[in-house]
């Protein structure tokens, strides 16, 4: 498990570096998933989000249209 996540941060680190950027978006995180076949054409990264994060997660990483027309998190 350690060496599972230390190689997912390593590979995260080198998307970032690739694009010319020194911290890790969330595009590089769809990137990775994509390689590993969790998120598809069929299992887009918000449904990949919505079943398997409590909804205190959910709401740090997909935009939701508050009142005012305020979209949070912002990018």
């Known amino acids: 498990t350690e060496r599972y996540f230390k190689q997912l941060s390593n590979d995260l680190e080198a998307y970032s570096k690739h694009a010319g950027r020194k911290t890790v978006e ?43 027309n305020k979209v949070i998190p912002r990018k």
């Not at 969330?26 to 398997?52: C, F, S, W, Y």
């Open 26 to 68: 969330m595009a590089d995180m769809e990137v990775l998933l994509r390689r590993q076949g969790l998120v598809t054409d069929k299992m887009p990264m918000h449904v990949l989000i919505e079943r398997n994060l409590p909804l205190e997660y959910r709401k740090l990483l997909i935009p939701i249209a508050e009142s005012g």
